[in-house]
């Protein structure tokens, strides 16, 4: 998405400082009369493959090594939950339901945590890196970047719309930014966003209550 005009030079400077993250989840559920298992999962390093990642030895993924664990949603569930992030994040939007599938599979026969380890029956994975409308899923602070770009990315734009400071009636308000990359001390959170939002309306009301 693009604005025309353009937002001003430091609203584009702050955006190009910050780092902007991919985190994916993953909900496998298990056939009929089955627990999807509690697996907290470490891999013994091999040598590198040509890919980058590493030479397995059972027929497990890359992507499913990147991530630390799977977990039912709640006890004695059907569903369970995987997280991954960055490459791997990438990774799994790019692949079939049945490629993720047969990896999830592989890696519950691998470990075997039964003597028969649980069917996958059905996967559901977010998309967040791929959304035209998000293209990530949250900020962080990069090295050269720092709290005050969050605090940029939170300005107004006109900067001095509505004129709070000097109780005059300054320029219409054109643009409000909120979303948890404009929380200086919350960013990378849902309570963030939240929080920015109640910060954005707070200022439509004192401008617009005068």
């Known amino acids: 998405m693009e604005f025309n005009p353009s937002l001003p030079l430091f609203k584009r400077e702050a955006i190009g400082r910050l780092g902007f993250g991919v985190v994916n989840k993953l909900f496998?559920?298990?056939?009929?009369?089955?627990?999807?298992?509690?697996?907290?999962?470490?891999?013994?390093?091999?040598?590198?493959?040509?890919?980058?990642?590493?030479?397995?030895?059972?027929?497990?993924?890359?992507?499913?090594r990147r991530t630390a664990s799977i977990c039912p949603i709640y006890n004695g569930s059907r569903v369970g939950l995987a997280w991954f992030a960055g490459k791997e994040a990438m990774e799994l939007e790019k692949l079939?339901?049945?490629?993720?599938?047969?990896?999830v599979q592989a890696t519950l026969d691998g470990f075997k945590v039964d003597r028969r380890s649980s069917v996958i029956e059905r996967v559901k994975r977010s998309g967040w890196g791929s959304d035209p409308l998000?293209?990530?899923?949250?900020?962080?602070?990069?090295?050269?970047?720092?709290?005050?770009?969050?605090?940029?990315?939170?300005?107004?734009?006109?900067?001095?719309?509505?004129?709070?400071?000097?109780?005059?009636?300054?320029?219409?308000?054109?643009?409000?930014?909120?979303?948890?990359?404009?929380?200086?001390?919350?960013?990378?959170?849902?309570?963030?966003?939240?929080?920015?939002?109640?910060?954005?309306?707070?200022?439509?009301?004192q401008r617009y209550s005068n």
Request: avoid cysteine; aromatic fraction near 8%; glycine fraction near 12%.
């Open 96 to 103: 079939s339901d049945e490629e993720i599938k047969s990896g």
């Open 28 to 64: 496998v559920k298990v056939e009929e009369g089955e627990v999807t298992p509690s697996m907290e999962m470490a891999f013994e390093k091999k040598k590198k493959d040509e890919e980058g990642g590493m030479r397995h030895v059972a027929k497990i993924p890359w992507w499913m």
């Open 134 to 205: 998000f293209r990530g899923s949250y900020s962080y602070v990069t090295v050269g970047s720092s709290g005050d770009d969050l605090d940029l990315m939170a300005e107004p734009v006109p900067v001095n719309g509505g004129g709070e400071a000097t109780g005059r009636v300054g320029p219409a308000l054109q643009i409000l930014f909120a979303g948890e990359a404009t929380h200086r001390t919350h960013y990378s959170t849902t309570h963030g966003a939240y929080f920015s939002g109640i910060r954005e309306a707070n200022r439509l009301i």
